[in-house]
């Protein structure tokens, strides 16, 4: 198994990346945002407990919504947890969320959830990306990219 990469940045502790994210769309501006949470859910990042796969960004009415992310019941909360799918409410300021329902309404681009982590000061943060969906040309493309950087990595190591 490789050696896992460090954090790039170490004041952010990453509890969730949606690495399919980067293969399946072109990503474009990348905006942080808050989450509104409740108090078990809070625990429950906190022991690195979600799921960002299936999930998007919504908008309903002028409000942007985390939907279908996945953040399993505390244990130890026994009858005061959360749901688990619940839609979690995104903290913007309100250009920002213009900005967001502009490009999807007119370009037809995606809000795209890229990972949750902790910021410096413990507060749960959401990395969003207003994305375009890739063809599935494009997906071979970075698919074969991706092989001949690791093939190109693995002559040099045995060259050396």
């Known amino acids: 198994m490789a ?3 460090k954090n790039k940045d170490p004041l952010h502790k990453v509890v969730a990346d949606n690495r399919s994210a980067r293969f399946h769309y072109a990503l474009g501006e990348k905006i942080e945002a808050g989450i509104m949470l409740h108090g078990t859910e809070v625990k429950s990042l906190r022991q690195g407990r979600v799921n960002l796969s299936e999930a998007y960004v919504g908008i309903q009415g002028s409000d942007v ?7 399993p019941e505390y ?3 026994n009858r005061f947890n959360h749901e688990m799918r619940r ?17 999807v309404q007119r370009q037809g681009m995606t809000i795209v959830p890229l990972r949750i982590y902790f910021n410096e000061r413990g507060m749960a943060k959401c990395e969003i990306s207003v994305a ?7 997906k071979r493309e970075a698919s074969k ?3 001949w950087n690791r093939e190109k990595a693995r002559l040099l190591k045995t060259r050396v």
């Not at 919504?65 to 953040?71: E, H, Q």
């Open 132 to 138: 375009e969906g890739k063809k599935l040309h494009d």
């Open 65 to 71: 919504f985390l939907i279908n992310s996945n953040i």
């Open 87 to 103: 839609p979690r409410k995104l903290l913007l300021h309100r250009r920002q969320i213009d900005r967001l329902i502009a490009s």
């Open 75 to 77: 244990l130890q909360a």
């Open 3 to 5: 050696p896992r990469k």
């Open 145 to 147: 990219e991706r092989d």
